[in-house]
């Protein structure tokens, strides 16, 4: 068991940056992969970024250059720095963490982020 909580979300005005974290906790020597997920109103959960135990990171597209996921190991966080916010960044912000081994991701309860225009 892995359990995430999620901090950092806010309002925001377009152009602004804000810093999401994820602080893990129970079973985290298992955890190979973490990730930035977000959710907008009436759309799919797409994913934002992840990030190995090795450090390689993958990005969405629309995120490329304005965000960064990041992990501090010794203090079980995870981060996200999100730069050049613009509004249809707009969503709830998941936290989820992936254990290869038995091939289960565990989900944070999200956080806000709001970018007015």
């Known amino acids: 068991q892995v359990q995430l909580v999620e901090s950092g979300g806010d309002l925001v005005q377009a152009g602004g940056s804000l810093r999401l974290s994820c602080a893990a906790s129970?079973?985290?020597?298992?955890?190979?992969?973490m990730g930035w997920y977000r959710q907008a109103p009436g759309r799919q959960r797409e994913l934002v970024a992840t990030?190995?135990?090795?450090?390689?990171?993958n990005y969405a597209d629309s995120v490329k250059g304005r965000f960064t996921i990041s992990r501090d190991n010794a203090k079980n966080t995870a981060y996200l720095q999100m730069n050049s916010l613009k509004p249809e960044d707009t969503a709830v912000y998941y936290c989820?963490?992936?254990?290869?081994?038995?091939?289960?991701?565990?989900w944070g309860q999200g956080t806000q982020v709001t970018v007015s225009s």
């Open positions: 129970g079973s985290i020597f298992k955890v190979n992969t």
């Open positions: 990030i190995t135990n090795g450090g390689t990171t």
């Open positions: 989820n963490a992936y254990i290869a081994a038995v091939g289960l991701g565990y």
